[in-house]
C-alpha cells in the first residue's frame, strides 16, 4: 500500500520558518516527481514546488521561489519542503504528492499519490 505522510506543519510568526517531512513508502519512487501543494480557505489547491526522485532538477512557482527549498533524502523515502521568510499569504493544508507525468509544473489531476496534508498557518 502506497503511503506518503506528511509532517512538520504548525503555528509560526510571519518571518519564521517550518520544514516539512513527506515519508513516502508501498513502492519504488524512482520514476516519479515529488511535489508540494498547498489549498488555503475557499481557494483551489495550488502548486508549491517540486523535485525528481532520481536526481537534483527542482522547481517553484514563482511566490516561494527564494524562500523555499525542496529536497529528498533517497535512503530516507523522504521529501523536505523547507519554507523560510515564511508570510500570513502562505498559511494553508500542505500536501505532498508524487506524479509519473507533468513534470516539472505538476497539476492535481496528473498527481498520482496525495498524502494527508499538513496545517501550516503563519501568524502577522
Known amino acids: 500500500q502506497v503511503q506518503l505522510v506528511e509532517s512538520g506543519g504548525g503555528l509560526v510568526q510571519a518571518g519564521g520558518s517550518l520544514r516539512l517531512s513527506c515519508a513516502a513508502s508501498?513502492?519504488?519512487?524512482?520514476?516519479?516527481?515529488m511535489g508540494w501543494f498547498r489549498q488555503a480557505p475557499g481557494k483551489e489547491r495550488e502548486f508549491v514546488a517540486s523535485?525528481?526522485?532520481?536526481?537534483?532538477?527542482?522547481y517553484y512557482t514563482d511566490s516561494v521561489k527564494g524562500r523555499f527549498t525542496i529536497s529528498r533524502d533517497n535512503a530516507e523515502n523522504t521529501v523536505y519542503l523547507q519554507m523560510n521568510s515564511l508570510k500570513p499569504e502562505d498559511t494553508a493544508v500542505y500536501y505532498c504528492?508524487?506524479?509519473?507525468?507533468?513534470?516539472?509544473?505538476?497539476?492535481?489531476?496528473?498527481?498520482?499519490?496525495w498524502g494527508q496534508g499538513t496545517q501550516v498557518t503563519v501568524s502577522s
Open positions: 508501498g513502492r519504488t519512487f524512482s520514476n516519479y516527481a
Open positions: 504528492t508524487a506524479a509519473k507525468n507533468g513534470w516539472p509544473r505538476l497539476a492535481p489531476h496528473e498527481s498520482d499519490y
Open positions: 523535485i525528481r526522485w532520481g536526481g537534483a532538477s527542482t
